[in-house]
């Protein structure tokens, strides 16, 4: 079976992969010799003869470091924006490697014709996906499309129909629910019946998978309803209805050495974490270098604006639920906390706010530093220290916290950062406590390329000076 998600899919690409980069190697070295006539700054080299060796080292190596970044996996790579994040990465990093064995090898290859082949290969292998996405979004390359039953037309059971719905290219049908409920039963056409007849439904429909997504209060039918289908060739997945307990996402792991659901598993995995702190010390020590100069001269305008200290200390919420201090620099009168009362407002619909535009503890400084967001410097070394992230959702102060619903708080299972998803999608005309959804929207689409985007986007943001004040 050739599937979007299938273990041939997977051989297959990586077989493709290996053939298009020693394609790419081979049609560099042909192309090295008469190109000289047409670009002057190259040398005039005798006839390129690759060793042959070279055809095994780069398609293995390569392929190896896409299957390191998960690049063949196709489920951790549905969205187009994850495999490229992938595919750059994996193949930056290939690069770098077979440099270095060429460097210590075989260095009478050229530096352009290393840099054309790998060039060629990183386009020839980013081309052919975006083509076959594009297959597969029109009609999939499916043997046969999965025929799907859920057990259960509740909330879950309607969100998981919603979601295969969206993802054609799944290669997955609803054929239809089955829930003991019987209003439900007269309510929707696309129920077939109770839970007993489940073992009829499927032999009629031809169903491949059957998800159970009972609520908590039905499950001591599950053990009943596998019983039934035992010896049915058929798949059984089960959602667990344990969403109000999770703050995150639910993952089954060994603990001492038997298989449990972890309710409150980390959002980011121990190597995206290790990634994103990697990319926080390296920009922040970069924009360091030049913003050291900037925050001094910042800090003396501040003393010469108004009495006080340079910096602001506040207690704010990290990354699950930790305390710490936020620093910024000061844009306020000294001891404008207390004063706070006197600019809480509420808005049209009666949610209270904290900001607002005519604040008249902001100082003159102060307010151009909050238009133009250079406050913000000091936080670098919260990044430093690792109390927060370069991007993430924004620290809230914990009064507010104390407030929040449950789901809300979801947006701490992640590092907390000076920009985020919030802040380029309208910053102050959105308070964050009244649009977490922003932040939750970050948390469950987090990745390298998401980080990098918003960054892209804040320095826009930043430059309008919208929403800032």
């Known amino acids: 079976m050739f599937r979007r998600f299938s273990v041939n899919f997977a051989l297959f690409s990586i077989v493709l992969d290996m053939m298009l980069v020693d394609a790419a190697l081979f049609l560099a070295a042909e192309l090295r010799e008469p190109l000289t006539g047409y670009l002057p700054f190259l040398k005039v080299l005798e006839p390129v003869r690759l060793p042959w060796s070279l055809y095994g080292i780069f398609p293995l190596l390569w392929a190896g470091v896409l299957l390191l970044f998960s690049v063949y996996d196709g489920r951790k790579n549905f969205r187009f924006t994850d495999e490229f994040a992938g595919l750059t990465l994996g193949s930056l990093l290939a690069t770098f490697s077979l440099a270095g064995i060429l460097y210590l090898t075989y260095r009478e290859v050229s530096r352009f014709l290393f840099l054309m082949a790998t060039g060629t290969a990183y386009s020839w292998l980013l081309s052919w996906r975006l083509l076959a996405r594009v297959v597969f979004r029109k009609n999939g390359i499916h043997s046969r499309i999965r025929q799907v039953l859920i057990l259960g037309a509740g909330e879950t059971g309607r969100e998981l129909e919603k979601n295969i ?24 056409a696309d129920i077939f019946g109770s839970l007993d007849v489940s073992r009829r439904v ?3 429909h031809g169903v491949d ?7 908590r209060s039905e499950h001591q039918r599950l053990a009943e309803i596998v019983n039934v289908l035992h010896d ?8 667990p209805d344990y969403f109000s307990l999770t703050l995150h996402r639910a993952k089954v792991e060994e603990f001492a050495g038997i298989p449990m659901l972890d309710l409150r598993a980390p959002a980011l995995n121990e190597y995206q974490r290790m990634v994103k702190r990697a990319f926080d010390l390296g920009v922040t020590l970069l924009l ?15 003393r010469l604006d108004s009495p006080g200290p340079v910096l602001y200390r506040a207690r704010r919420v990290g990354e699950n639920g930790r305390i710490f201090w936020m620093m910024k620099f000061r844009t306020m009168v000294q001891g404008a906390d207390k004063l706070q009362a006197q600019v809480i407002w509420r808005d049209d ?49 914990p009064e507010l916290v104390e407030r929040y619903d449950l789901w809300q708080r979801r947006r701490f299972t992640v590092p907390q950062g000076i920009t985020g998803w919030w802040q380029v999608n309208g910053r102050s005309d959105k308070p964050m406590h009244l649009h977490t959804d ?20 804040t320095v826009w943001v930043v430059l309008q000076g919208k929403g800032a004040y």
Do not use: C
């Not at 969206?166 to 309510?187: C, E, T």
């Not at 049915?232 to 959602?239: A, N, Q, S, T």
């Not at 919260?382 to 809230?396: A, D, I, K, T």
């Not at 932040?439 to 980080?451: F, G, R």
């Open 165 to 188: 719905r969206d993802n054609s290219a799944l290669g997955l049908r609803v054929v239809g629910f089955l829930d003991d409920d019987w209003q439900r039963q007269a309510d929707h």
């Open 202 to 204: 499927i032999i009629e």
């Open 209 to 215: 998978d059957v998800v159970i997504a009972l609520p």
């Open 232 to 239: 049915l060739p058929v798949r059984v997945w089960v959602i």
């Open 288 to 302: 360091l270098l030049f913003a050291l100069p900037l925050m001094g001269l910042i800090a003396l305008l501040i």
């Open 349 to 397: 619909e009666g949610h209270i706010l904290h900001k607002r535009p005519d604040d008249p503890r902001v100082t003159r400084v102060g307010r151009f530093l909050r238009r133009s967001s250079l406050d913000e410097l000091p936080q670098l070394f919260n990044v430093l220290r690792g109390e927060m992230s370069l991007v993430g959702p924004r620290p809230e102060m």
């Open 438 to 457: 922003e932040d939750l929207y970050y948390v469950q689409n987090y990745s390298l390329w998401l980080d990098l985007k918003i960054l892209a986007r």
